[in-house]
Structure formats: C-alpha cells, structure tokens
C-alpha cells in the first residue's frame, strides 16, 4: 500500500424527490446567486429545471441560467459561462445533468474565480503534475445520468477549441460541495447512454483496479464488490429501465467507483482514458462508448505484465478461469469482459465506433506524449499506443 | 434500498510519518489553539506526543493539553477538559489515541461550544431521535488504535457518572474534520487490544449488513469486501503485530467500517452495541472484547429471522456454508465467527470477560427500553435482550 491521503467531502442527497432539496443545500454550502447550468432541452422539457428553479426560488437563491452544454463539453461554452458568472456576481455553480454538465461548471467555476483564467489548468493525461487551481466557485451537483462519476470527483475533462484537444483540470478544490442523486431521474436515459455509464464507471474501477502496487487487499476488494455491482444489476437495468433499485445501486456504484475510495493506497493506471479521450475528441463519440473499444484492447496487450491480477480480475468479477492458470484466466477475463460489454449493446471495434485506422498517427499525435510515458500498470510509449489502437481494428 | 444521506468530508492523511502534518492540518481546518488531548502515559512515553506538540508549534498552532483519558471515557474527565476550553479559549479539539480518547474529545468540543452543556446530549440506544447538536468545536484525530472508527464517525460514546451509563451523542456535526492515520503507530498495541479493535470493527459491519432492508446489493457487497479484509488481515497482523501492510489495511477497514459508507441506503440494527454497551459500563471490560461475547449470542438468538442474510455472510465472509440449506448455512456462519474471535484470543462468554448471570435483571434494566424495542433487523424486547444475555453464559 502506498501512502495517500483521501478526502471526498461531497454531501450526498440520494433517493426520490432528492431534487427536491437543491435549494437549501445550495443555502447551506455559501450559494446567495448560482449559475443554473445544463444541457439540452429533456432537462427542461421533463419539468426537472423547473422543480429545481422553484427550490432555489423557495429558498431565497437568486440565480442565472445558461443551458446547452454538449457531451465532450465545449471551451467556448465555458468562456460563456464564466462571462456571464463574472457580470452577474455569481457566487455558485449549479450543474443539472450528467458529467459534461457538470465538467463544464467546473470549468466555469475555476474561470470565475480567477478572474477569467481557467483554460492553463487543462493539460494531458501525460503531464505529470497538473498545475495547481488557486481557487474555484463552490460547485453543486443534480446527476441526471450515472456514469462519469463527476459528482463527487477532484476532475473535470473538456474539450478545448479550436483545436478539439481533451484535456483534464483537477484538484480536491474542484470536488462538488454537495450532489442530488434521484434514480428516477435517470429512467428516461436511453439504453446506449446507460450502456455507455455502465461502461464509464466500469473504465474507473479499472483504471484503479490494475495498478503495480500490492498488498492494498481492502482497495482491491472494494474494487470487486463495485465491479460485481454493475455487472449484476446492468443485465437488471438493461431489460427493465423503469427498475428503481437497479438504477439507484448503478447510480451509487457511478460515484463510488470514481470518488477514489476505490483507488486509496495504490499507483492507478489511466492510460485507457487518455487513449479514449483522443478518440471522443477528434469523432465527438460518446465516452464510454470509446472506452469499450479501447478497455478490452488495452488488457489484450498488457495483461501479461501481470496475469495474476487478470486473473483475479476474472475470478472475483466475471466468475471465470476458476481452476485456470492465471495465463488462461486472464484472457478468459477479458473474453467475459467483452462479452458483458456487447451484451449491452456497446461497440468494441473502430468500424462500430465510425473510428479510421488513417487516423492512428494523429491520434498518436495529439496524445502529445513527448517522450513521456502514459499510465502506471504498465507505462506505454508511443510504439505500445499505436498498437493498441490497432488492436482496436 | 432505502433514501439516505451520506456525508464523510473528514481529510484523511494516511502513511508513514504522516503525525507530522498534524499542525498543518489542524490550521488548515481552522484551529489557532488547540487542547491536545490524549489518554495514558504510552503516547508520551512513545515520543508520539512530542512530535505532535512540536508540529504543532511549527505550524503556529497554540496548546493546552489534556491527558489521562480512560478506556469507556468518563464523563468527569469530560467536564474538565470543557472548563479548560473555556477557561483558555480553545478553538479546536485534537485528539491523539483511539475511540476512547476521540469520543471524549468529541464530548468536550460539544461542551465547549454550547457554554458548558454537553451531557443532555448524550442518550441511550433506544432513543430513535437523538437530541441534534447545536454546535461544537472542530475535532481532529491522531489515530493509535484501529478499532472504533470514530476518526471518522458521527457518534460519541462515553461513560456518565456517577450513574454508570454508556450514552452515546451523535450527529454530522461530530465528523471529525481530519484523521491523521499512521500504521506505525498502532504496531506496539498489545495482541488483545488488537484483537479487540478487529472485533469492533467487524461489529461495525454487522450492525449495518443485518437488515431488513432488501435490494442494497452496492452496499452488501462493500460490506462482504470490507469484512472479508478484516478476516483475511486479522491472521497476518495476529502472527506479526509489525506486519505494516496488514495493519494498514486493518486500519482503513477500520475508518471505513464506521463512516456509514457500509451502511448507506439501508435500515441498520445496533442492537448488539446497545447490549454490549451495558456490560462495558458495568464491568469496564474492553468494549471489542465485550462484543466478540454479545454477537455471536446475538446471532444465534436472530437467524432465523432471516437464514437467507445470514447464509449469504456465512458464504461470501466465511466461505462455509456452500452447498448448504440456509438454515444450516445460517449456523455454519455463526459457528465460523465464533472460531474465529476464538482465534484472537477473545472471550466468547460471561466468565471469561467477567460478568455475571445474576446482574442480567439489572443490565437489562439499565438498557431502559421503556417498552420501546432494540435493533433494527428484529427489533427486541426486554425478555429477548434477556434471553441474548442467557445465551451468553
């Protein structure tokens, strides 16, 4: 176990009719006036922006709005943002939606606070140290969409433009002051974006899961018991979207699995998110949706670093290669792996993706790794990228 | 799964050499003087208390210190550490040392804030509104003893004389704000108070995975991960008290045992720490060894109420059980935790911890249900807190 410290002080409001508190919670963490901040039109066609206007309105929060956030979310959406929060002496971010609502917020939340500046904390998953966030309005949370984890996590992952670069801002100060988790909010999302959640938070574990460090026995069965969770209650989920419980035990596990508790003591991976982030980034595909492409081709090429750990993988999460060796266990692993991710419907191949193999070198390219390596299982170079790009033909 | 709320904004610094942040932290979470707080003379006579204070003094943190707290904290220590705060105008409570030291701690910071009034909020276990805490002093937490979790914690157990009563407050407001948490320095603990910090912790858990509460499968499973480490860790730190990684794990599971992570979305029982809690009082035996004497009778007494949960524990915790009928499974399960407490060195009956069959009507009285029942997965009354008490003999 290495060394670490942890802190995750998101207060979380969980059940139905959790939206219900907005208002007051928004009171209790230091809001007076919030930017109101979400997509596109379900949120407001649904009745959900206006059940949240109303907690405000009762509560005595003034607010602003501003809608429209996109998934990959947009740098020139974030310049509006913080425009607008700096002229109305905003003192609060409210995100209504899901990780790019909220990534965004984030992102407006920094600008506002540092007099316009926030884009020069966003870099590559290859910077080792990520410049520190002096300041940042506090952020709060109605999740509308269980996948990015965002609700309770130090990150916040945007799109830059003109260059359509995915970068990462992140620091204990960018972790939500509070998040309202209503399942029933997320019923309506369609089976693809639930599909690409499961995928999402899966990713997270995983990122933690496969790590060289030992001996962090709790971590590793923690991160079992979340991976086991959302395979279980996915195959619920899938064939009844309307199943409470199924969406509330997901929408939990979304959190857990990316507030870090999964990852306490150990040296995490990540390497997959910054190969997908490339893919969402040039193609706008959906993320979990590139992770389910990348993931299974990331184990395909490194798991011999470590076939005791695949192994266990397979064992304690899918139930296979019981009475395997760990060579065998680990690709029968992966092969259940893939397989729960095609059961849900999720694309494994670039050609699924709208992915082109010409593309390769510039992905490559723009993961700008400069000589660096990427991920901490196994550390890649460019070379190992590039193949595993290809492995995802 | 039931709706809750879910808040652990406690910092944890967790590693080697991590007391030497303790002044830092203490700024950082607002504290200019402190009252230092501690029990016998083994953290002075460690050199642990002399690192701290000089943190402390590096950071520019003033302090007045309080030692001698005893194992089932008592009350009179209590009132005098709220005068001392008073009179020196103390603005944070840093406790060094285990759940005894930390619940008076949390005792004193109740007082300090509220002109003197603390022991109204101080109630039994059959209360099922506690009276809310209006105020109290920051608290934060050098931790020496995996056990209580109370670094952690909502809740304050402590000792009310001259009557003899364990009483317990609780509330968010009790969440210490950060818990230094160093392996190290839990490895010069003595075999049974080892034993007894396992025992308290995996009660932890069983006070909240025995539910009536169906379809929590997230947090059953964290349960099962974190209870499966304790067990699993219990054998290597019994064979080595200086096995670090053994005692790091232990000690997160500890924390993570009791900030309700294990618990979230569920009805919880807590009868067994409401049986236990009257034998500590009245025999100042060790509240872990105290435990590892009532769960088991406590089980025994119950299963039936629900052989399912208790076949699941005795499978996924304990291994045994597998192929079985619940019902025996159930038994299987119970039989494995007795063995395995045994395998500590606990006690597992009156006799060995010092009690006595004829105290049952006074301990039973002093429980002071009222007519109200116990516990959340059978709720117990009098005459069955009386036949757990047999069962014990």
């Known amino acids: 176990m290495t060394d670490f410290t942890f802190w995750s002080p998101t207060y979380f409001a969980f059940g139905?009719?959790?939206?219900?508190?907005?208002g007051e919670l928004v009171r209790r963490f230091?809001?007076?006036k919030a930017l109101l901040h979400y997509g596109g039109g379900s949120a407001v066609a649904s009745g959900l922006i206006g059940r949240i206007k109303a907690s405000l309105a009762e509560a005595g929060v003034e607010f602003v709005e501003l809608g429209g956030v996109k998934p990959n979310p947009r740098s020139s959406l974030i310049d509006e943002?913080?425009?607008?929060a700096l002229a109305e002496g905003v003192d609060f971010l409210l995100?209504?939606?899901g990780g790019s609502v909220i990534d965004s917020a984030k992102g407006i939340a920094i600008g506002a606070a540092n007099g316009g500046e926030w884009r020069r904390f966003y870099v590559g998953r290859e910077v080792k140290v990520r410049p520190a966030i002096p300041a940042a309005l506090p952020v709060g949370v109605v999740l509308t969409i269980a996948a990015a984890g965002s609700e309770a996590s130090t990150n916040s992952v945007v799109?830059?433009?003109p260059e359509n670069l995915k970068r990462a801002a992140g620091g204990d100060i960018l972790r939500p002051k509070f998040a309202v988790m209503n399942p029933e909010l997320t019923m309506t999302l369609p089976p693809f974006q639930t599909a690409c959640g499961l995928a999402d938070m899966f990713a997270h574990l995983c990122e933690r899961y496969f790590s060289p460090t030992k001996d962090v026995s709790l971590t590793d069965n923690l991160c079992e018991a979340v991976m086991k969770t959302v395979v279980e209650e996915s195959a619920r989920v899938m064939a009844d979207p309307n199943d409470y419980q199924a969406r509330a035990n997901i929408m939990w596990a979304g959190t857990l699995a990316h507030n870090d508790i999964c990852g306490a003591g150990r040296v995490q991976d990540w390497a997959s998110h910054g190969i997908e982030h490339e893919l969402s980034?040039?193609?706008d595909c959906a993320h979990g949706a590139g992770l389910a492409v990348v993931m299974p081709a990331w184990m395909t090429y490194v798991h011999a670093t470590d076939d005791a750990r695949f192994a266990r993988f397979a064992r304690n999460v899918f139930g296979v290669g019981i009475g395997e060796s760990d060579a065998d266990a680990a690709l029968a692993g992966i092969g259940a792996f893939r397989r729960w991710l095609k059961s849900l419907g999720l694309p494994l191949t670039f050609v699924e993706l709208g992915a082109r193999e010409e593309d390769i070198p510039l992905l490559v390219k723009t993961l700008n790794l400069n000589g660096n390596t990427l991920g901490g299982f196994r550390p890649l170079a460019e070379s190992d990228v590039t193949a595993i790009y290809r492995l995802c033909l």
């Not at 139905?16 to 907005?22: F, Q, S, Y």
């Open 81 to 84: 943002g913080v425009r607008l």
């Open 16 to 22: 139905r009719g959790a939206e219900a508190r907005t």
């Open 30 to 32: 230091g809001g007076r």
């Open 95 to 97: 995100a209504v939606g």
């Open 281 to 283: 980034a040039l193609y």
């Open 159 to 161: 799109n830059l433009e």
